[in-house]
């Protein structure tokens, strides 16, 4: 049933004596107290009755301090002191059937578990019976898909909004809702965990830190990989309270807990960090561990979107005082109907553009180069605007000239449109692999490199430049390594031709090859990557120690045979063209693992390795600032869960509650029907 401020009125109208069948059950009874503040009592005195026994139904309703009322003990419903007992009865019997075969004696308004519900009709008729905890456990998919903390549901005017619907909805307390989010959090991981246990291929982790209100460190651990048809999965595996100090040995040591959890130590490739140094300290004593437990090559690389993100921060240092005074005046303009249409007209007359309102003014990338654009792009506007509006705007956000040249100076030399169109291009991009990122970092690269050697640049700006060329060199150097090459070469976008010459090595090549012989020559090759051991530490003739000299021959000639093979495979795929840029990457494969049987097989797991530590929205874009805004406002008390639990309804889960599927389908379903239900009945009434 759909409610807004038209059916509302009409709910209230309908108020009538004779037709309040859904809200009150007998005529010229008192208001319902929903806590809305009514107080009002009607005119009429009911009739004086004989004096009777005490009714049986009296033990269900509480008398009001001021015994001018009694409350139904199941649904809160007032009715006056003198209403007759049997009114009450005929409220106990349409309101709450089954009423004389629960306690004795209820003992508190508010009900420990929410009561069933039945919708009486004109004709009595048994109606579709209707359980409010159903609307709980929707309540309670909402709190999670909000990312909102179980004390929400406190909310006194949230519980009132309920109540005027009906009053009998009895919401669940918080503590019983983040109770239920635990468990529902336990349920779901154990999903998670089996999920994780089929997977054929080698799996990549990223993470992420944040701080809350509470001032507690957090880390979020996700995992990435590709499955037989060539499907890339993401999935959050936990969220992670980091104690203090928090430094890089806390992160290790929670790191390495959820990977044994999940039982995927020996399947970890790579781990994309957030480019802190106490995440590199982690990832570097990670790689010691499983280099100690004798497991596969493991490597990290840092995020690509952060790293640029750094680099741009460097360049706006100088001018970040002038972005925050535009802001100031954006933040106005988007509050303000007079100002937006003075803007609009003002951009029109002087063709500066056509400018969308509201005007992203976030602190994030997207909103600094909007504020920078307004400046450059429609300046004559911009002043116009302040000119006209000068009572309501105050002086504080009026630039001088020479503030004006300088943002115009980083927005030409630093070339913020093409920094614009790279993270654009990074956030939309479908296959954002690590050999597409290398390509947009190089290209950043050159155009500082361009910025530094113009001699027309200020002083400032070339000191800004050289400190977002040691952001982009410092990058370079912790992407160096063959691993990184091997997932750059896989792109077929990419291969050779476009990677940066600071990691096309001739010694890459060789590795490469010698990788792919040493872990994908033989046809036990899968089974031997899950487990973490290699094909020469198979015995290959089933019969243990003693082999004869024949046998060893035998041997290298099959491994030389599957050698030669594999640098084919390898050799025919480097040989041929590269694939527009357009093309679907893990299509390509799919569509290719025929010709490349063992190729393929290396480019699942290599290509799941990701480029980023976070989706590159979040951190360029103002969707980030609000997921930020989410995080630091959870209470260390419902942050795993809340997050988690959204995290994997979003993946496609379905929410359990000790094994138990909730159907949310079916919930609506009965929703509905009861609606349609109420809706005939009160139709009945009123052509009756």
């Not at 029109?348 to 992203?360: F, M, N, R, V």
């Amino acid at each position: 049933m759909e409610w807004n401020v038209n059916n509302a009125f009409k709910t209230y109208k309908e108020m009538e004596p004779k037709a309040m069948m859904d809200i009150t059950l007998v005529p010229h009874s008192d208001p319902i107290d929903i806590g809305l503040g009514s107080s009002e009592k009607p005119n009429t005195v009911p009739p004086k009755r004989k004096k009777t026994m005490t009714s049986v139904y009296l033990k269900y309703f509480e008398t009001a301090p001021d015994s001018k009322t009694r409350k139904c003990k199941f649904c809160g419903q007032s009715y006056s002191i003198a209403t007759a007992t049997g009114n009450l009865g005929r409220h106990l019997n349409n309101r709450h059937p089954g009423y004389d075969k629960a306690a004795d004696v209820v003992t508190s308004s508010v009900p420990q578990t929410p009561p069933v519900v039945v919708k009486p009709s004109q004709s009595q008729s048994k109606a579709p019976q209707l359980d409010y905890d159903h609307l709980n456990w929707l309540v309670l998919k909402w709190l999670a898909l909000s990312s909102l903390p179980p004390t929400t549901v406190d909310e006194r005017w949230l519980g009132n909004s309920f109540k005027f619907l009906n009053p009998a909805v009895q919401l669940w307390p918080a503590e019983k809702y983040k109770a239920v989010l635990h468990e529902v959090f336990r349920s779901m991981r154990g999903d998670v965990k089996t999920s994780l246990g089929h997977i054929q291929s080698k799996v990549s982790i990223t993470l992420s830190f944040w701080h809350s209100y509470e001032n507690i460190f957090y880390m979020s651990v996700t995992g990435q990989w590709i499955d037989e048809n060539w499907s890339s999965h993401r999935l959050l595996l936990d969220i992670c309270r980091i104690p203090y100090p928090s430094g890089g040995s806390e992160i290790y040591n929670s790191l390495l807990k959820v990977l044994k959890i999940y039982a995927i130590e020996d399947k970890v490739l790579c781990c994309t960090h957030d480019n802190s140094e106490n995440a590199i300290h982690a990832c570097h004593s990670l790689k010691e561990y499983f280099d100690g437990q004798k497991v596969l090559p493991f490597c990290y690389i840092p995020c690509a979107a952060q790293t640029l993100n750094d680099i741009i921060d460097e360049g706006f240092a100088t001018i970040k005082p002038i972005i925050s005074k535009i802001r100031e005046f954006t933040q106005e303009l988007n509050a303000s109907m007079e100002l937006s249409d003075d803007f609009i007209q003002m951009t029109t007359a002087y063709q500066e553009g056509s400018w969308k309102l509201p005007i992203d003014a976030s602190s994030r990338w997207s909103g600094n180069y909007q504020m920078v654009n307004i400046l450059c792009k429609a300046c004559k506007s911009l002043d116009s605007v302040i000119r006209k509006n000068e009572d309501a705007i105050e002086n504080r956000v009026m630039l001088s000239s020479a503030e004006k040249n300088a943002v115009t100076i980083v927005h030409n030399y630093l070339d913020l449109d093409s920094f614009h169109k790279t993270t654009n291009d990074m956030c939309t991009n479908k296959d954002l692999t690590v050999g597409l990122a290398l390509l947009f970092m190089d290209n950043i690269s050159e155009m500082i490199t361009t910025c530094q050697k113009s001699c027309h640049n200020p002083d400032w700006l070339r000191t800004c430049a050289e400190n977002m060329s040691q952001k982009a060199r410092s990058y370079n150097t912790q992407v160096c390594n063959v691993f990184t090459y091997i997932t750059a070469i896989l792109d077929p976008r990419i291969k050779t031709e476009y990677i940066p010459e600071t990691i096309n090595l001739e010694s890459y090549i060789d590795e490469a090859r010698a990788h792919f012989i040493r872990n994908y020559s033989s046809p036990h090759f899968t089974s031997s990557l899950t487990n973490g051991y290699r094909p020469q530490d198979i015995d290959e003739g089933g019969g243990g120690g003693n082999i004869s000299f024949a046998e060893e021959i035998a041997r290298r000639k099959r491994r030389g045979s599957m050698s030669n093979s594999v640098v084919d495979e390898l050799t025919q795929y480097l040989s041929e063209s590269i694939v527009p840029m357009q093309t679907d990457v893990l299509d390509w494969w799919k569509a290719n693992s025929g010709r490349y049987t063992r190729l393929s097989n290396m480019a699942r797991d290599f290509l799941a390795v990701q480029a980023t530590s976070a989706a590159p929205e979040e951190i360029f874009c103002s969707k980030g600032e609000e997921m930020g805004k989410q995080k630091y406002c959870m209470p260390h008390d419902s942050t795993q869960s809340v997050l988690c639990i959204r995290s994997w309804i979003e993946a496609g889960m379905k929410l359990k509650f000790k094994s138990t599927e909730i159907d949310y389908e079916r919930l609506m379903e009965l929703a509905a029907t009861v609606a349609s239900d109420n809706s005939a009945g009160k139709s009945r009434q009123e052509s009756a």
